[in-house]
């Protein structure tokens, strides 16, 4: 099983979602059995508590599932890095690391989606540095430089560079990283975990052959976004 993993009744629960599981499994059960025990005579009120706390734990459950799917690695092919909708195609200024143009692909992330963030490419980690910032939501342009973030540029092994830029939203307020500066890393590895969604962002050559649309749904690790 994935090191990032445990399995919770039948799905692959991430490690990441284990304390929120386990804190708002024990919150729901002590106010249960707080309103059974002093008003026992509100029964019908506390079965559709009882019910509704069920589904609230079963969807924060589902919030941090792991899917099953198999590594893709081709050199010079792109992978999605999250699982979403692109809501962004664009040739922009990418100023915090490269200085110039590139092609910008921004995939959001609703509360729904797979929350894990993989690495695109092979490669090896030049850059990682995290930024503090706000909470705007995440498919408004100006969350990719205001809100709390984090960038990683992995440089494959025909020299091109690629950014990631995991960007936290309106609910999202914790981002994971696990990538290291001078790290080699594979396609298909865990980069990390956006808590409750949001959005990556993905700067590439101009180079890239873009073999996404706008407002595609896309799955990360599965979806071919670009060629280099």
Request: hydrophobic share 45%; aromatic share 14%.
């Amino acid at each position: 099983m994935d090191e990032n993993a445990k399995k919770i009744f039948w799905l692959k629960i991430h490690r990441e979602g284990l304390k929120i599981i386990g804190f708002s499994g024990l919150f729901l059960l002590l106010v249960n059995f707080l309103l059974r025990y002093f008003a026992p005579q509100w029964f019908w009120i506390n079965l559709v508590i009882g019910i509704a706390s069920l589904i609230l734990w079963a969807i924060i459950i589902y919030f941090f599932r792991v899917p099953n799917r198999a590594i893709f690695c081709e050199h010079g092919q792109i992978l999605a890095p999250a699982d979403g909708k692109v809501v962004v195609i664009e040739k922009t200024f990418e100023k915090e690391y490269f200085n110039d143009e590139r092609i910008q692909i921004s995939i959001f992330m609703s509360p729904l989606n797979v929350h894990i963030n993989w690495i695109p490419v092979n490669g090896t980690v030049s850059y990682s540095q995290y930024h503090p910032g706000t909470y705007v939501v995440a498919w408004k342009p100006k969350a990719s430089e205001e809100n709390e973030r984090f960038t990683t540029v992995v440089k494959t092994f025909n020299d091109e560079e690629i950014l990631i830029r995991q960007i936290a939203g309106k609910l999202a307020r914790r981002i994971v990283t696990y990538a290291l500066p001078e790290m080699e890393c594979v396609q298909g590895q865990q980069l990390g975990f956006i808590k409750f969604g949001s959005r990556v962002d993905i700067f590439l050559p101009l180079t890239a052959t873009i073999k996404v649309t706008l407002n595609q749904k896309v799955k990360g690790n599965k979806t071919l976004i670009a060629e280099i």
